[in-house]
Each structure stands twice: as structure tokens, then as C-alpha cells.
């Protein structure tokens, strides 16, 4: 069996690297699952981003890939790729996260001040919160 691989990111900004993924992925002979290449099943009882949390389930790895952009928020109050995340923990899906250099720099930033001074934003960076 070829294992399934769930690629999980925000699309618009980070196209370029999940085309890379995706064809690195396919180079190692493994299949990527990527719902704008059509590989999310269409399910009429739940929503698109329901979708891709069962597709998940299917798959024997997950790759996110964190950027600067959260993505737009659902009823959870979470980004479909923070819930795409936790349906592969919670489902025990092993996953590689690769995560923006300038956000783990950000990041450096965030932890090193105190809570009553935390930054209200970053370059680039939509929801530094989250």
C-alpha cells in the first residue's frame, strides 16, 4: 500500500510550498492528499472543512506547514489548519510540522515578553494570538 499523506496549511499564501511538498511527496512514490487537487472526498452531510478532517482519518501522516497567516476562523473559533492539526492528534496521525522562520522568530519575541506587554502584532502576521 502506498501511504496517504495530508498536506495541511492556509492555501493563498502558501501555495508555492505545498506544490513543493507535493511533488516531493510523489518524487518518494507517497501520495499527497490535498483538497485543492481534489483528493477531499465531498461528504453531503458535513461542510468542506468537516471533509478534510475525516479525510485525515484515511491517511498515515499529516504535513502542516505553519506561515504568518491563520486563516479564517470557524464556530470552534479556530483556523481549519489549527482543526485539521487536532483531528490528526487526536486521531494519532503522525505528522511533520514545518513552521516559517520568521514566525519562530516572532515567536522568540512573543515568549520573551512579559504578558502585560506581549505585542499586538507582527509584520505580515495576522492573528499573532493564535
Known sequence: MIPNIFVSSTIDDLHHLRDAVRDTLQEM???PVMSEY???GYLPTVSAQE???HTIGDCQMAVLL???IYGATGSSGLSVTH???RSAREKRIPFI???DQEV???KRVWDGCPDNAKPQAFPGMD???S
Open 29 to 31: 512514490a507517497l501520495t
Open 38 to 40: 481534489g483528493d477531499v
Open 51 to 53: 471533509a478534510c478532517y
Open 66 to 68: 505553519i506561515g504568518k
Open 83 to 85: 482543526n485539521e492539526f
Open 97 to 99: 510540522l514545518l513552521v
Open 104 to 106: 519562530l522568530s516572532f
Open 127 to 129: 492573528n499573532p494570538r
